[in-house]
């Protein structure tokens, strides 16, 4: 995830997701903010400029496990 912190768009960097794929992102309180599940999923970068400014969780799960990441929208 960069570049952190951002104000507008966070790059996901690339790579290859076996089977259904899920992305969601919480605050700091659990809350989900955006939430995305799409069996072929594409996304390279995502717009957080609609988000509050604050620290941010990411996480990403398919078939092969899970992964997270945090970012700062400034």
Not at 46 to 58: A, F, H, K, R, V
Not at 61 to 72: H, M, P, Q, T, Y
């Amino acid at each position: 995830i960069s570049p952190v912190p951002s104000s507008q768009f966070i790059n996901l960097g690339s790579f290859e997701t076996t089977g259904n794929f899920r992305i969601n992102i919480t605050d700091m309180n659990g809350k989900i903010v955006f939430e995305k599940n799409d069996a072929h999923l594409d996304i390279q970068q995502l717009d957080i400029s609609g988000l509050n400014t604050g620290m941010y969780l990411m996480h990403f799960s398919d078939d092969a496990g899970k992964r997270s990441g945090k970012f700062i929208r400034e």
